[in-house]
Antibody, heavy 118, light 111 residues
Framework: QVQLVQSGAEVKKPGSSVKVSCKASGGTFSSYTISWVRQAPGQGLEWMGRIIPILGIANYAQKFQGRVTITADKSTSTAYMELSSLRSEDTAVYYC???????????WGQGTLVTVSS | QSVLTQPPSASGTPGQRVTISCSGSSSNIGSNTVNWYQQLPGTAPKLLIYSNNQRPSGVPDRFSGSKSGTSASLAISGLQSEDEADYYCAAWDDSLNAHYVFGTGTKVTVL
């Protein structure tokens, strides 16, 4: 049974960066894809990008190109999402999820609240 | 922003049937399968339906999904109080770089 556990809440200043981790247990980490999704307060879900750890290849939603970097460390079964040049609109809960392609995202991490405030 | 359109809300009394629509385009629903997620208050989303109409293990059979052309729908039959949640449709979109798109979300209220 795959489980994803994310790092804790963060408070950041505008213009800074944040790096959120997502540690997997169960299954074979390098064999599956991890996607990142965010949800602003009271808003819907927004896909940010994904990584295939075994290939080390990531692709990103156009909206976040140049500002987001998704990486994976196979040795620790951990995926990371780093978002730079933070602004108040980036305040959101950030989720990682195992991306099963056409079969959907399952399971999800518990979410990490990132608050951007001066 | 979301490219799949859902009604903002739906409601029903316990035992009723509720249906949620999801409208997309040829580059997403028209080309790929649809997934549905349930998000209970204060929790992470959970996969409810995948590949248009398949239920993951543990999902009650009162939840069903369907797809036709560029639209999809989720039905909840025998509505229960614990079904009060937000529901999102989603699909891969093949326009430009492949990316995953979510619906606008529907809040289901059990009256």
């Amino acid at each position: 049974q795959v489980q994803l556990v994310q790092s804790g809440a963060e408070v950041k200043k505008p213009g800074s960066s944040v790096k959120v981790s997502c540690k997997a247990s169960g299954g074979t980490f390098s064999s599956y894809t991890i996607s990142w999704v965010r949800q602003a307060p009271g808003q819907g879900l927004e896909w940010m990008g994904r990584i295939i750890p075994i290939l080390g290849i990531a692709n990103y939603a156009q909206k976040f190109q140049g500002r987001v970097t998704i990486t994976a460390d196979k040795s620790t079964s951990t995926a990371y999402m780093e978002l730079s040049s933070l602004r108040s609109e980036d305040t959101a809960v950030y989720y990682c999820a195992r991306d099963r392609g056409l079969l959907g995202f399952d399971p999800w991490g518990q979410g990490t609240l990132v608050t951007v405030s001066s | 922003q979301s490219v799949l359109t859902q009604p903002p809300s739906a409601s029903g009394t316990p035992g009723q049937r509720v249906t949620i629509s999801c409208s997309g385009s040829s580059s997403n629903i028209g080309s790929n399968t649809v997934n549905w997620y349930q998000q209970l208050p204060g929790t992470a989303p959970k996969l409810l339906i995948y590949s248009n109409n398949q239920r993951p293990s543990g999902v009650p059979d009162r939840f069903s999904g369907s797809k036709s052309g560029t639209s999809a729908s989720l039905a909840i039959s025998g509505l229960q109080s614990e079904d009060e949640a937000d529901y999102y449709c989603a699909a891969w979109d093949d326009s430009l770089n492949a990316h995953y798109v979510f619906g606008t979300g529907t809040k289901v209220t059990v009256l």
